[in-house]
């Protein structure tokens, strides 16, 4: 019965060690060892720092972290599981670099890092050790990471940096991203750890109750690109931004098809595990899950990240005891710090986890409580300081918003599969199909009861609840993994290199076709009838690889090379390029982004009522539009506002209606923009 939270420590023929559990070495703990270790730990980074290469350090996390675990037999489970452990410690070690006076310096937190590993590994009594076994698989799981790449990547290629605003600007939503991922920088920390330092870097309440997880991760891996802790010029910054998105969403789908192997453990082998990797690989690829780039879903994506990672992990916990609560507890950090409504998804979990593991944690079963409880209560400090900040989490809860526009046949088709496999005469005996089934039913409980709340509450499904179904969607792929254990072998599993080997092999290439056939919508050339376009051509990813980006490109391209030039910052920009208030208002956001300085457009607001700037217009649309933007200048806190006009009348009418206002300097600048 596979209920075991650790891996067979003999094996057939060799003799049983008289060490203790983790104790890998005779003898006792040598000091000098220890010493060299935190010499070491501190010396690398000096190194590597001075030489601008501060980079090369994020690899060394992940191999010092991995090489201590003994969990994951092949090389690519090892590095997802130091992975996540990792992004854990990073992310609570951010609560001290928020308080310290070195920020998020690569020296003093690869010294931490590596110090904390050294002192384990020296507790531990641990020889640094990878399983260097690759898995055929491991192609596909990579592959599916690169097919992604390349074509939500597409739309970027052989173009300049200026020349990709339209697709980094393609939703204004990415500007507050970009903005708590310039104000982790600016602050060196998290902005909720300082709030009024926080409120003149974001918009008013984003410093306080916005999960700042992910912007935090990626502005700790960007200072180690650059071995830079200043942001460096904003349009530069913007593509890396971008680019980390991009990448994240790719590992993300790559992360899913890696999540089901996982789950269908060591018995999903050969050909099997092509079926599962490329089933899961096309459902993933064919999704809407593509879509979050379009729309600005950047946390979700991060938060869907360390989801994808963690539940795999407990729903078959093949590790030590040590490393089960050790991952827990990262889990817990990584997703309640990214996206914390997801959090949810680990606590119920984790619940599970016990419940059916009960008798292998039973041992050990309060050290790993006390170490889930640990890392539940550094999970839940943004969200404590979101309510203390007044927030009101019923008011959000019922916030409306764009989504995911994904069928819920899908959703509910995958659960009902799941729950089919679990239930089957192979699997229903096992701990892992009983943690899947329990997991899966207690996501649908969540689902259920939040959405039974919004309906009674507000009437109907909104925002937040198609966020947690898109949590659901995703546990229901990783669950597919349990569907290969049911298919049969080709002969003896124990005689790799059998007679007929050659079976096996086509079966798993044909398996690798029909997969992306039936579940990614791939025609392998096959014309479509009516020369129409096939599923996978129409799904969102090849559908934004397609695209043209949003309109706001060429207007960004203007305001940065010629307008924001004569603009001194931080001064608030407020740019009037079109008859339009929406446009006026994304264009005036995405300027004080550009100046560091995104707290001013908390009062930009009613710059959605300034229907002037690119023509003249009638008596009444001047009037309303006018004791609109009087209003946002007059709100404004800062001593001096810059106004940039593309009409050369309607600004000298502005320079003469302004002068009105006494409390701050108002410039009004020619600015002038075809069409």
Known sequence: METQLSEPRTRSGVPASNRPPGQESPGGRRWEFLAGALLASWLVPFAFDALNLDIVLVPVFVLAIGSVMRTGGGLLDRLVIATLVLCGGVLALGLVMSLWPWGLAPVPTSGVILSTVSLVAWVGRRRPRLPLRFRTSDLMIVGTVAVVWHYIHHPLVGRSLQDRLPFVLSVEDRFIHFSIFDAVHQLGGYPFMDQPAGKLLLK???????????HFLLAWFDIFVRSATDLGDSVAAYNRYYLYVLASFSILCGLIVWGARWIGGPRLTGWRTAVVCTAVAGITVASPLAGMIRVGFDSQIGGLIFLTAAIPLIVRPAMGWGAYATVSAAALVTVAYTYNILAAFIGMALVVG?????????????????????????????????VLADFDVESQA??????????????????????????????????????????VAGGALILGVFGAWQMHTIG??????????????????????AAGTLLRRFGPAAKPFRRGWW??????VAALAAGLSLFGGVQWGVPSVAAGPTAFQSSELVAWSRGKGGDLGPVAKTLINRDMKRVQAPTPVIALYSNSGYMNWRVSFFAVTLTNKSGVSAFYDDLLKVDIGAAPVEKQQWDNSFAALKGVVERVPDKEVVLLVADLPTAQRLRHDLASVTNKKVTVLDAPFPG
């Open 503 to 508: 079976t096996e092999a086509v079966a798993s």
């Open 204 to 214: 008013t309440p984003t410093e306080a109750v916005y999960p700042q997880g992910s």
């Open 460 to 481: 109907n499904l909104s925002y937040y609840f198609e966020k947690l179904a898109v949590g659901g969607l995703v546990i229901s792929i990783l669950g597919i993994g």
């Open 398 to 439: 019922q916030a409306r918003g764009m989504y995911l526009p994904f069928d819920r046949s899908m959703l509910v088709g995958l659960a009902a599969l799941v729950v089919v496999v679990v239930l089957m005469p192979g699997n229903r005996r096992t701990g892992t199909s009983q943690a899947l089934l329990l997991t």
């Open 354 to 386: 016990a419940l059916v593991y009960r008798k292998r944690q039973s041992r050990r079963r309060w050290w790993i409580y006390a170490v889930q409880v640990l890392g539940g209560a550094v999970a839940v400090i943004p969200s404590l300081m979101s």
